[in-house]
């Protein structure tokens, strides 16, 4: 039988060459979005994704973009990041498909790289592959992709394995072109997510241990990265330190980095009973207990050091990045997240790729002894594969909504105080006060300064009725944090509602000296002064708002209100009321029967009487349509009022949606 293999010389077919290196990059990018296409279902969790996108004045106001790269209002300085929530949200606004799909296809791209980058480690495309897999499917991956807030991470990820091979590329072409891509992708990546601030370190493994550079020319090359890592330090450290609370003591900083790194370790071998937030250890230098991880790990590092011409540059680089990506976050330096738990999956998003590398160079290593070895490796990797799909596709649930996310910790975390207060405000969206109400005493039991739990016990307990206790509960928050806007402002919106003005008026003052991007605290103050009969001081307040929040529209809507309908001559402006209404109701694409009602006021006090009743005609058309028939009654005798020549004459607005 005549022999199928070409002849020795042949060439193989124009563009093979092309394609049998593409497929496998197009194969890991489809198990990626056929595995993660389940958290395309998933909703918000209202842990973080609320801070950056939801509930964000960023993403709504006008200036926004600006604040995001020049301002302190974000939590954190991940302005690449936010920019991407900003861009969103002007596509699909508060709709989550979207920005889970970005998710998965950041992801998608990740597992490419990682595919590519060990390629051009040498890796044989075999390797490669499982390596890439194993990265794009592990259960540990599932919290970066299916929370929308770790975007961060997913972004940050993507600069630095573009970093990479920029670096590669600029040791073996010589090309200073190739070393800025890498300058400029670090920065991106730190811009994306501060914690990928050690990657230089990464790089100067690399360097060393790969490509065997001289330490001198490593040193002069990393120089530059390093420098900009303490600035991101620097910076990341001047954000942080408003969220550092308790760290743990520095005697047993390293006990702890150790015993990390061993979970995480034991993790990503056998990834059984993942939580998104795992409990919070008690490590004492005092409780021999926690010197075995350190004491492993020593032994470990000296049987490396011993057998590190055996194992190869490619392992040990691979070992390096493992360490150098979670060093920030090993707990020996003080961040925020510690005051909640000590470790957590989306730390090892990226990390987790130099032990993957490495396991794919000790996968060749033992294919090219025995070809009965490559068989069974390939066999027992595309079991162990197969096993961490299905436990993905299992545990993507878990960020639905937050529900299940706390839910789901609270089954193996039970007393997590951050779950009992992520369920309560999951029951205030639902409007079930008495389960919201429980939650957050049992979050403020466990750890009773809880800045969420208790603002959010304090509104369940006002809309139970129970003034009282929810004016005490606040009063209690503003002591515990003296210096949070946010806490004054809703007790000042008690305190309005409970019709104690002087109060309220003093928290809203509070508020804004605080945080002047706190539009609500405004619109709070100026409503106490209008009810107050003073609405040139209201007129000013509201002034004051705009320019620290351009376009709001409830202060908009309410300037353009007192202008119009304020009993003292000096104060009503007839043009200008109209201005600001109108401006209000394109905003609102003239669909807010309030704003429309407002709008209408302000042509009937600039005489525009014929606009004036169209104007509240469509209002209360609109208000009929939409059920509120006692609000459709109130505006059509508005409507009448205009009709007869009679302007609107008001010192609280009275029309309510009913």
Same mark, same amino acid.
């Given at each position: 039988?005549?022999?199928?293999?070409?002849?020795?010389?042949?060439?193989?077919?124009?563009?093979?060459?092309?394609?049998?290196?593409?497929?496998?990059?197009?194969?890991?990018?489809?198990?990626?979005?056929?595995?993660?296409?389940?958290?395309?279902?998933?909703?918000?969790?209202?842990? %973080?994704?609320?801070?950056?996108?939801?509930?964000?004045?960023?993403?709504?106001?006008?200036?926004?973009?600006?604040?995001?790269?020049?301002?302190?209002?974000?939590?954190?300085?991940?302005?690449?990041?936010?920019?991407?929530?900003?861009?969103?949200?002007?596509?699909?606004?508060?709709?989550?498909?979207?920005?889970?799909?970005?998710?998965?296809? $950041?992801?998608?791209?990740?597992?490419?790289?990682?595919? @590519?980058?060990?390629?051009?480690?040498?890796?044989?495309?075999?390797?490669?592959?499982?390596?890439?897999?194993?990265?794009?499917?592990?259960?540990?991956?599932?919290?970066?992709?299916?929370?929308?807030?770790?975007?961060?991470?997913?972004?940050?990820?993507?600069?630095?394995?573009?970093?990479?091979?920029?670096?590669?590329?600029?040791?073996?072409?010589?090309?200073?072109?190739?070393?800025?891509?890498? @300058?400029?992708?670090?920065?991106?990546?730190?811009?994306?997510?501060?914690?990928? @601030?050690?990657?230089?370190?990464? @790089?100067?493994?690399?360097?060393?241990?790969?490509?065997?550079?001289?330490?001198?020319?490593?040193?002069?090359?990393?120089?530059?990265?390093?420098?900009?890592?303490?600035?991101?330090?620097?910076?990341?450290?001047?954000?942080?330190?408003?969220?550092?609370?308790?760290?743990?003591?520095?005697?047993?900083?390293?006990?702890?980095?150790?015993?990390? $790194?061993?979970?995480?370790?034991?993790?990503?071998?056998?990834?059984?009973?993942? $939580?998104?937030?795992?409990?919070?250890?008690?490590?004492?230098?005092?409780?021999?207990?926690?010197?075995?991880?350190?004491?492993?790990?020593?032994?470990?590092?000296?049987?490396?050091?011993?057998?590190?011409?055996?194992?190869?540059?490619?392992?040990?680089?691979?070992?390096?990045?493992?360490?150098?990506?979670?060093?920030?976050?090993?707990?020996?330096?003080?961040?925020?997240?510690?005051?909640?738990?000590?470790?957590?999956?989306?730390?090892?998003?990226?990390?987790?790729?130099?032990?993957?590398?490495?396991?794919?160079?000790?996968?060749?290593?033992?294919?090219?002894?025995?070809?009965?070895?490559?068989?069974?490796?390939?066999?027992?990797?595309?079991?162990?594969?197969?096993?961490?799909?299905?436990?993905?596709?299992?545990?993507?649930?878990?960020?639905?909504?937050?529900?299940?996310?706390?839910?789901?910790?609270?089954?193996?975390?039970?007393?997590?105080?951050?779950?009992?207060?992520?369920?309560?405000?999951?029951?205030?969206?639902?409007?079930?006060?008495?389960?919201?109400?429980?939650?957050?005493?049992?979050?403020?039991?466990?750890?009773? %300064?809880?800045?969420?739990?208790?603002?959010?016990?304090?509104?369940?307990?006002?809309?139970?009725?129970?003034?009282?206790?929810?004016?005490?509960?606040?009063?209690?928050?503003?002591?515990?944090?003296?210096?949070?806007?946010?806490?004054?402002?809703?007790?000042?919106?008690?305190?309005?509602?409970?019709?104690?003005?002087?109060?309220?008026?003093?928290?809203?003052?509070?508020?804004?000296?605080?945080?002047?991007?706190?539009?609500?605290?405004?619109?709070?103050?100026?409503?106490?002064?209008?009810?107050?009969?003073?609405?040139?001081?209201?007129?000013?307040?509201?002034?004051?708002?705009?320019?620290?929040?351009?376009?709001?529209?409830?202060?908009?809507?309410?300037?353009?209100?007192?202008?119009?309908?304020?009993?003292?001559?000096?104060?009503?402006?007839?043009?200008?009321?109209?201005?600001?209404?109108?401006?209000?109701?394109?905003?609102?694409?003239?669909?807010?029967?309030?704003?429309?009602?407002?709008?209408?006021?302000?042509?009937?006090?600039?005489?525009?009487? %014929?606009?004036?009743?169209?104007?509240?005609?469509?209002?209360?058309?609109?208000?009929?349509?939409?059920?509120?028939?006692?609000?459709?009654?109130?505006?059509?005798?508005?409507?009448?009022?205009?009709?007869?020549?009679?302007?609107?004459?008001?010192?609280?607005?009275?029309?309510?949606?009913?």
């Amino acid at each position: 039988m005549p022999s199928k293999r070409a002849p020795r010389g042949a060439r193989a077919p124009a563009g093979a060459g092309t394609w049998n290196a593409r497929l496998p990059a197009a194969a890991v990018a489809l198990v990626v979005c056929v595995v993660f296409a389940r958290s395309l279902g998933n909703g918000w969790t209202g842990w %973080d994704d609320g801070a950056y996108i939801t509930d964000s004045p960023l993403m709504t106001e006008r200036g926004g973009l600006l604040r995001i790269w020049a301002s302190r209002e974000p939590a954190q300085y991940y302005p690449l990041t936010l920019t991407t929530f900003w861009i969103e949200y002007r596509l699909w606004g508060e709709r989550p498909l979207g920005y889970h799909a970005v998710n998965v296809a $950041l992801h998608a791209v990740n597992a490419t790289l990682v595919l @590519l980058f060990a390629r051009a480690l040498r890796l044989s495309r075999r390797a490669a592959v499982v390596v890439a897999l194993l990265f794009a499917v592990h259960p540990m991956q599932v919290m970066s992709v299916a929370w929308v807030a770790e975007r961060n991470n997913l972004l940050s990820a993507l600069f630095c394995l573009l970093a990479y091979p920029a670096w590669l590329r600029s040791r073996r072409s010589h090309r200073s072109g190739w070393y800025l891509a890498s @300058l400029i992708a670090f920065v991106a990546a730190c811009l994306s997510k501060t914690a990928v @601030l050690t990657l230089p370190l990464a @790089l100067a493994a690399l360097d060393t241990l790969v490509l065997r550079a001289p330490l001198r020319s490593t040193a002069l090359r990393t120089a530059p990265l390093f420098a900009l890592a303490f600035s991101f330090a620097a910076l990341t450290a001047l954000y942080e330190q408003t969220y550092i609370a308790n760290p743990p003591p520095v005697a047993s900083r390293p006990l702890l980095a150790a015993t990390c $790194l061993w979970f995480y370790v034991g993790k990503l071998l056998w990834p059984a009973e993942l $939580l998104p937030v795992y409990p919070k250890w008690a490590v004492w230098v005092a409780d021999w207990r926690w010197w075995p991880p350190l004491l492993g790990l020593l032994a470990v590092a000296v049987l490396i050091l011993r057998f590190r011409r055996r194992l190869g540059g490619v392992v040990l680089f691979g070992l390096a990045h493992f360490i150098a990506l979670l060093l920030p976050v090993l707990g020996l330096v003080a961040y925020g997240n510690l005051e909640l738990t000590y470790v957590s999956d989306h730390y090892v998003y990226f990390a987790v790729a130099g032990l993957l590398v490495a396991l794919g160079f000790g996968l060749d290593a033992l294919r090219m002894r025995s070809r009965g070895w490559g068989v069974a490796l390939v066999a027992v990797a595309a079991g162990a594969i197969v096993a961490l799909a299905v436990l993905t596709l299992r545990y993507i649930p878990t960020f639905q909504d937050g529900r299940a996310l706390w839910s789901r910790t609270l089954a193996g975390n039970p007393t997590c105080f951050a779950a009992h207060a992520g369920l309560g405000e999951h029951h205030l969206a639902g409007r079930e006060w008495r389960d919201a109400a429980r939650h957050f005493t049992r979050a403020l039991e466990i750890h009773p %300064d809880t800045r969420n739990a208790l603002l959010g016990l304090g509104r369940a307990q006002a809309e139970l009725g129970e003034i009282a206790d929810a004016q005490r509960t606040y009063e209690r928050a503003a002591a515990v944090y003296p210096r949070d806007a946010a806490i004054r402002l809703s007790a000042g919106r008690l305190h309005l509602a409970a019709g104690n003005r002087a109060q309220a008026a003093a928290h809203f003052h509070t508020a804004i000296e605080l945080d002047v991007h706190q539009p609500l605290a405004y619109l709070g103050l100026a409503t106490c002064q209008r009810a107050d009969g003073d609405g040139a001081s209201a007129v000013q307040t509201l002034r004051a708002g705009l320019a620290a929040a351009p376009g709001n529209v409830p202060l908009m809507n309410l300037l353009a209100r007192i202008l119009a309908t304020d009993p003292d001559d000096g104060v009503r402006d007839g043009a200008q009321a109209v201005q600001f209404a109108e401006q209000t109701a394109a905003a609102t694409k003239h669909q807010d029967i309030l704003v429309l009602d407002t709008l209408a006021a302000a042509y009937a006090e600039a005489g525009r009487f %014929d606009y004036a009743v169209a104007t509240a005609q469509q209002a209360a058309e609109l208000a009929r349509a939409r059920g509120f028939l006692k609000t459709a009654a109130a505006v059509a005798a508005c409507r009448e009022q205009y009709r007869g020549g009679r302007p609107l004459r008001e010192t609280r607005t009275n029309l309510v949606l009913e």
